[in-house]
Structure formats: C-alpha cells, structure tokens
T-cell receptor, first 116, second 113 residues
Framework: GAGVSQSPRYKVAKRGQDVALRCDPISGHVSLFWYQQALGQGPEFLTYFQNEAQLDKSGLPSDRFFAERPEGSVSTLKIQRTQQEDSAVYLC??????????????FGEGSWLTVV | AQTVTQSQPEMSVQEAETVTLSCTYDTSESDYYLFWYKQPPSRQMILVIRQEAYKQQNATENRFSVNFQKAAKSFSLKISDSQLGDAAMYFCASTSGTYKYIFGTGTRLKVLA
C-alpha cells in the first residue's frame, strides 16, 4: 500500500479481555517497529522486527504483550488480559532498510486502545 | 539512560512569525541522529527534519531549520513564516542504538491567525 496501515483504528476493551492490533507496513519494507504512546507522552519503543526476526523486544512492558511478524510483512501486537494502564495509542512504523541509521521511518496513524 | 527533554509544553506564535522549539538530549553514543516530528490530531508522526550528529552544518527544510549545538546537547527547531497548518504537537527524538528512537514529551504549537 501507499503507507503504513493499522487496524483497528479504535478499540474499546473490557479489562481482562485479549486484543490484537494489526500493522500492514509499506510493501517491501524490511524493518517494522511498534511504539506505545500514552496520553500526554511521547511514543515509547516496544519492539523491532527485521523481516520476520524479532531482534529487540526490550520495550514490551510485561509478558502480557506479544508481537509477531511471521512472514516478514504484516505484524500483530497482542495484549493479553488487558489492564487500564494499557490504554494508549499503539503506533506502527516501517522502513526500507535495516535498523535506523540513515533510514527514514514511516509511521501509521495508530490504534487507539481504551481499556474500561 | 538516554533522555530527550522538551521543556516547553505549549508555545504560541502569530501567523507569519517565527517560533523556536527547544530540545535537549543526553547520550553516550558517538554516532546518532536527531529528529523533529510533527503529530497532528490524526496521531500520524510526520518527519519534519533530520540531523546527523557527525555533520556540523545545521539541517534546513524549507521553512524549518535546526540549531544543533553538539557540545551543549541542544537541538532546537525554528519555524519561519508560521502557517495555520503548522499547528500540531512537535516531538524531538534521538536514535538510541540500532533500533530505537527516544522521544521527548512534546510541545504543542498553536498558530494564531
């Protein structure tokens, strides 16, 4: 596609419910990033994929968070047993090359998650 | 730990005037990149300008320019001839290692007609 596409754009989940957030990166992009942006804050790094390999998951806040990119294109961020502190915008980004150096990364519009 | 600090939660500027947004950062890395991103209400982060730390020349993109002071670890954004469409949240960011951006908390820019 023309840009990074994320779905759903808005999700309201009851506390304890599992959610799955999808990211379609720009076609052919090697790198894929997930960020979490809480209200009034800047985005915070969650995880990084290079093709299908998850090379860095140091930002995932707990073992309730899981991300995958099985075929090196579409990625899913899964949150199990959601809690109120998980309420945030989840931003996906992709870039053509590996890593960040010298590469421009393109962000999607995010998935807004509200846990009630 | 690497940090990026934006000390101005909100700034206002009159249309057609110039405004400067401040950013300081702390890093132990010798090779890094610095960025300014614009985030409108849609939440999509849009790259405004990028600076490579090893380049002494300040980056410029049309009405947007930076004042990069490496020794002071300062990276401010100047917007000239401000337009109504410039109103948004602006985030300063630095690279951290190979895969991460570290973002500041943002500055909300209001443009007054």
């Amino acid at each position: 596609g023309a840009g990074v596409s994320q779905s759903p754009r808005y999700k309201v989940a009851k506390r304890g419910q599992d959610v799955a957030l999808r990211c379609d990166p720009i076609s052919g992009h090697v790198s894929l990033f997930w960020y979490q942006q809480a209200l009034g804050q800047g985005p915070e790094f969650l995880t990084y994929f290079q093709n299908e390999a998850q090379l860095d998951k140091s930002g995932l806040p707990s073992d309730r968070f899981f991300a995958e990119r099985p075929e090196g294109s579409v990625s899913t961020l899964k949150i199990q047993r959601t809690q109120q502190e998980d309420s945030a915008v989840y931003l996906c980004a992709s870039s053509l090359g590996a890593g960040l150096s010298g590469n421009t990364i393109y962000f999607g519009e995010g998935s807004w998650l509200t846990v009630v | 730990a690497q940090t990026v600090t934006q000390s101005q939660p909100e700034m206002s500027v009159q249309e057609a005037e110039t405004v400067t947004l401040s950013c300081t950062y702390d890093t132990s890395e010798s090779d890094y990149y610095l960025f300014w991103y614009k985030q409108p209400p849609s939440r999509q982060m849009i790259l405004v300008i990028r600076q490579e730390a090893y380049k002494q020349q300040n980056a410029t993109e049309n009405r947007f320019s930076v004042n990069f002071q490496k020794a002071a670890k300062s990276f401010s954004l100047k917007i000239s001839d401000s337009q109504l469409g410039d109103a948004a949240m602006y985030f300063c960011a630095s690279t951290s290692g190979t895969y991460k951006y570290i973002f500041g908390t943002g500055t909300r820019l209001k443009v007054l007609a």
